[in-house]
């Protein structure tokens, strides 16, 4: 092959990256990479490749292998965005990734698009890139360099496309904020974007329903993008279940839970957070959607809380565990699995035989097996059994790509306590 016009370097890639990159893995790391590829980069020193450029990588023998961005501050040193050596990545191509990730949407989520993530890294095919839909705001992180250089026609893609589907963009918030920016070379900042397609609202605050449940969502504050997208119908799962029984939510954050449970028809929900203005914005959720009847709610750490509940012989029948991710490395891993198992065992403790417990892990360096071992080490240590009711995962809008393990993040398991 030779170097295309459009490509700023070419890098031969080692065995064992060749081998990932078949198998459908879109990350090359700098130790696999080797620019020293005279014959295609003549005249070309690495150090003069800007940063973002489109990249070739081959193979060992010399065949293309696919093309992605160069991210030159990071480990992940390439980012495959195709490996179509026909693709020429104009902007007609990423209106087509565009295109593609709303109609998946359309698809699987139906009614429920309205508040969905509408891009999800690379599982879209567009790495390092998140939007959410909050109605009429779209709420976005951008956590790779040559992602950051093709934002605009992207950001432009998704205003044209959701107009098409009479969905009208009042704004687009940035919350570019993460750490992993800096590794890129990117700038940690939040706020409105600003493009001559789309305008900038006097306010970060917008109405979405899910499940049938009102929310307002703070795209500027609240947490991630605005909210927790991911487990809606896992809140639907627990709704579903929960009718009649007394219900403990734990780490409630704005009572997306606790909300569902009660609205399923739950006697009694009471919803606890470590955080004052969570348990207030849960409150106010409670009382905007007619619940607070039926609902209490306490700012209390929930590693004390269960212990203190257990003591004072609490009755619930459903308790629900929704904790922070415990771990953002493989490094505190064990660590993380520590305070799992410390939740569920106590929840498992305070539950009768027949009660009900979901619990879940939101963290990818947790994996499904580890968590899984968790469940049946904490049981053993509780003195109960454990009847699996269903295993779940995120909601659709935010797809798993098989190749991709790391999109696989998510472990939500409804469980009976036998």
């Known amino acids: 092959m030779k170097k295309r016009d459009f490509i700023a370097a070419v890098a031969r890639v080692s065995l064992k990256g060749e081998k990932s990159i078949k198998r459908g893995h879109p990350w090359v790391y700098d130790d696999e990479l080797d620019f020293n590829v005279p014959e295609l980069n003549e005249g070309i020193e690495y150090d003069s490749v800007p940063n973002g ?92 360099y040559g992602t950051e250089l093709v934002k605009d026609v992207i950001y432009k893609a998704l205003v044209d496309e959701l107009a098409a589907i009479n969905i009208e963009i009042r704004g687009i918030y940035e919350r570019n904020e993460a750490a992993i920016r800096a590794k890129e070379g990117l700038a940690l900042c939040k706020g409105w974007y600003k493009g001559d397609f789309v305008g900038v609202p006097d306010s970060p605050l917008t109405d979405i329903v899910e499940n049938g449940i009102k929310y307002t969502v703070d795209v500027e504050n609240g947490q991630k993008t605005g909210f927790f997208l991911d487990q809606k119908y896992n809140r639907r799962a627990v709704a579903g279940l929960g009718k009649g029984m007394k219900v403990l939510d734990c780490f409630t954050h704005t009572g997306s839970f606790a909300l569902n449970a009660a609205k399923g028809g739950a006697a009694h929900v009471t919803a606890v957070d470590v955080s004052q203005t969570a348990v207030d914005m849960a409150r106010h959720n409670a009382e905007v959607n007619g619940l607070a009847d039926r609902m209490d709610f306490i700012c209390e750490d929930v590693f004390e809380l269960l212990p203190r509940l257990a003591g004072e012989h609490a009755d619930y029948d459903f308790i629900i565990l929704d904790p922070p991710a415990f771990t953002k490395s493989r490094k505190t891993t064990e660590n993380a699995k520590r305070g799992y198992k410390e939740i569920n065992y106590r929840a498992m403790r305070m539950l009768p035989r027949g009660g009900y417990l979901a619990t879940c892990s939101c963290s990818h360096f947790m994996p499904n097996e580890l968590f899984f071992r968790m469940l049946q080490e904490a049981a053993q240590d509780a003195g109960v059994g454990l009847k699996l009711i269903e295993e779940r995962r995120a909601a659709p809008d935010h797809p798993v790509s098989l190749s991709v393990p790391e999109t696989d993040y998510l472990k939500f398991y409804l469980l009976q306590i036998v």
Do not use: H
Not at 57 to 82: A, D, E, M, P
Not at 90 to 112: C, G, H, L, N, P
């Open 53 to 144: 450029s489109l990249i070739d990588v081959i193979s060992q023998k010399g065949s293309y292998l696919g093309t992605g961005f160069l991210s030159k501050n990071s480990k992940i040193r390439v980012r495959i965005l195709s490996s179509n050596a026909n693709e020429k990545f104009t902007d007609e191509f990423w209106r087509r990734r565009v295109k593609y990730a709303i109609s998946y949407r359309q698809t699987v989520m139906k009614e429920d698009i309205c508040c969905s993530r509408l891009i999800f890294g690379e599982s879209d095919g567009i790495p390092g890139l998140t939007v959410d839909l909050y109605t009429d705001i779209l709420s976005t992180e951008v956590l790779s």
